[in-house]
């Protein structure tokens, strides 16, 4: 059990110092198919059957943990460089609007006037 929390402490730290970046390589590497979780429970077939259910339980609320921990960092993280990139992207509603197009003439109409213009030039 020594073991176990020393692993959570380890790696609650970790995803307190983590970046976004950082973050998605430590969950990774704690809750991966090679990860520090899933080693400790492939060794749980070689321990007797009374501390096998104890050790899983152990490990199963481990990892429940460690992904919460993840998920409501990764939260924060996203909330915070939200929050930075909307202080710094700022939008002048004073400013006029961008002219717009009107569209463009019915190509039936254009045939028409055309047709108009050359029998205007015939007489």
Known sequence: MDNHD???????SRIADADLGG????????????GAISEMMSGLGALPGDQRKAAGQ???ALKN????AIDARHAV???????ARLATETIDITLP???????????????????VA???EMG
């Open 118 to 120: 050359i029998f205007c």
């Open 65 to 68: 943990e460690i992904a919460a």
């Open 6 to 12: 020393q692993l959570r402490s380890d790696l609650l």
């Open 23 to 34: 973050l998605e390589e430590l969950r990774v590497k704690a809750l991966g198919r090679k």
């Open 77 to 83: 993280l996203s909330s915070a460089g939200l929050e």
């Open 97 to 115: 609007a961008r002219p717009h197009a009107d569209g463009r003439i019915h190509p039936i109409s254009q045939t028409i006037d055309e047709m």
């Open 58 to 60: 152990a490990l199963n």
